[in-house]
């Protein structure tokens, strides 16, 4: 009998579940305008095979991310605090691997692909003298989106080190209005930054960054750079927020995140979550940009031109009245720089080795051509 399972999270239940309502959650797919309830968790936020159908990359994921982790999520709900000011690798492991395992990072990954071979191919038509009629039209496409999808979940799993530094702080929700939890629900941010011209400033090392994510309808986890953010309470492992403005920053932030749907646990809350997914557009949080450089002619005679890719943030007006900057840090607040330059060197090590060894499956899969 085969073990693969065909229902594949790329939320997985260990966090849906604490947004359930007598084991049953509300959803709201705003693609479709579609309101559901008294909807069991184990069937949302999955697609079948969504992953591959080898079945080696689900196990992996439950085994290796979710089930050292479902513990820590587990305490933090009840509002415990955790041994050290630093969250512990299982937390760094599973924040870093559910920003890349969603339709939405895949949705990403093709954009920033397709952005890149549309720039080369509209440069390459400029040379040739091509209209650009036709290179606009012309699309290079991976062979297997799914390998996109393998790769970057599989990456995404030695990413940790980039955020081991960061201080965690439980939010507990003391309003009326739930925290809700969407389909792509890890926020990664870069409030600090925000005016920095520099296209670096959405990456996981730079300096400001901060995290969020809901695990139930009164608690989000947040991790921030110690050095930038300081919190109310700040000797206490949790900060309590009253306002509702607050709390609609925070699911706001989710709205924009979304690929299609957002969870919550009461049917009561469905006209917000309307309001919400109205106000604020779909994959609206960040968006892919291009630009690539004149061209150049080499010393031996060939023509050579950059070519770049990045994530533009939307910037956010009002801010959460719960986190500010430091003074000491308002003075390089338009200046990019790493948190962890060593821990950057050593991830590109890292990444270059993993590269050669995904690059000769790859080939053996017949993936990509050798």
């Excluded at 479709?32 to 196990?59: C, T």
């Excluded at 030695?158 to 507990?172: K, S, T």
């Amino acid at each position: 009998m085969s073990t693969k399972t065909k229902k594949q999270h790329y939320v997985p239940q260990l966090l849906l579940q604490h947004f359930e309502n007598n084991e049953r959650v509300c959803v709201f797919d705003s693609t479709r305008n579609l309101f559901r309830q008294n909807i069991d968790v184990k069937n949302e936020f999955a697609r079948n095979y969504f992953y591959d159908k080898s079945g080696k990359i689900d196990p992996l994921l439950n085994t290796g991310i979710e089930t050292p982790a479902a513990p820590f999520i587990s305490r933090y709900v009840e509002q415990l605090k955790t041994n050290g000011v630093n969250p512990p690798v299982e937390i760094l492991r599973f924040i870093t691997n559910q920003l890349m395992r969603t339709p939405s990072a895949l949705r990403q990954a093709l954009g920033a692909i397709e952005a890149y071979s549309s720039s080369v191919i509209k440069q390459i038509g400029e040379l040739h003298g091509f209209p650009e009629e036709i290179t606009k039209n012309i699309k290079l496409e991976p062979k297997d989106p799914k390998a996109i999808l393998a790769y970057i979940t599989a990456t995404s799993i030695i990413q940790w080190p980039l955020i081991e530094d960061l201080g965690q702080r439980l939010l507990i929700n003391n309003t009326q209005i739930p925290f809700i939890i969407s389909d792509h629900p890890v926020v990664q941010y870069n409030k600090y930054l925000q005016n920095c011209k520099n296209p670096a400033k959405t990456s996981l090392p730079a300096r400001g960054l901060i995290i969020f994510l809901p695990i139930s309808p009164k608690v989000t986890l947040c991790l921030f750079d110690q050095e930038v953010y300081r919190f109310k309470n700040r000797t206490q492992p949790t900060t309590e927020i009253s306002t509702k403005e607050d709390v609609d920053i925070l699911n706001s932030l989710q709205a924009m995140n979304r690929e299609d749907s957002i969870i919550f646990s009461h049917e009561s809350d469905e006209s917000y979550v309307r309001c919400l997914c109205h106000k604020f557009k779909p994959n609206s949080l960040h968006t892919i940009q291009s630009r690539k450089a004149p061209i150049v002619l080499l010393r031996n005679g060939k023509n050579a031109a950059d070519h770049f890719i990045w994530r533009v943030q939307t910037n956010i007006p009002k801010w959460i009245s719960i986190v500010t900057v430091r003074k000491k840090a308002k003075e390089n607040q338009d200046i990019y720089s790493h948190r962890l330059p060593e821990a950057v060197a050593r991830q590109k090590i890292i990444m270059e080795n993993f590269e050669k060894k995904w690059q000769e499956e790859a080939e053996k899969e017949g993936l990509v051509p050798k």
